[in-house]
């Protein structure tokens, strides 16, 4: 093998290591939704967004699942998640804000919004988040029912979790 040639393909493999350092899935959802028209299962991933800890408020857990690229209406492209009070969740709360959209980012097909925080302009909805905050990682179950009776439940597994005020 030449030096020219070895170097090249040193070089490449390099490229192809960084770029799936890169692009590592940062979290997965999981989610049933029982009733309404887009009763399912569905499953999708992330290599952007991911979860956060203290970036919605001292104390708070979030999640952003966004699939902009995503334009088919029958598949799910976001999940956001704001939990006020992550300690809390660890055994389960009431208190969260959770909306699940399908189609394109600008032109919902579907959306399905569950708010129960204290703050809530209206609240929306019933439900349990509990949060498995490991630090680097966490786990998140929820089961939540919105106004118009359509059952969200599902985990989210955070391979990463961005950290502000801990």
């Known amino acids: 093998m030449s030096r020219t040639f070895a170097t090249r393909a040193f070089v490449f493999a390099a490229s192809l ?5 890169f ?5 997965s959802v999981h989610l049933v939704i029982t009733g309404g028209p887009n009763a399912g299962t569905y499953d999708a991933t992330s290599d952007k967004g991911g979860c956060s800890y203290g970036l919605g408020g001292p104390g708070s857990w979030g999640n952003q699942l966004s699939l902009p690229k ?3 209406p029958k598949k799910l492209n976001s999940l956001q998640l704001v ?5 809390k969740a660890a055994g389960g709360s ?15 097909s579907a959306e399905y919004t569950v708010d129960t925080r204290a703050t809530a302009p209206k609240k ?5 988040v509990t949060v498995d905050d490991k630090g680097s990682t966490g786990k998140v179950t929820f089961s939540a029912t919105t106004a118009a009776g359509v059952k969200l439940d599902g985990t989210i597994d955070c391979k990463s979790v961005t950290r502000s005020g801990s």
């Open 17 to 21: 290591a960084a770029t799936a350092a």
């Open 23 to 27: 692009a590592q899935e940062k979290e």
């Open 70 to 72: 995503e334009k088919d």
């Open 83 to 87: 939990v006020p009070d992550a300690k």
């Open 94 to 108: 009431k208190e969260f804000q959770m909306t699940v959209g399908f189609g394109p980012l600008m032109a919902r």
């Open 124 to 128: 929306s909805g019933s439900g349990t």
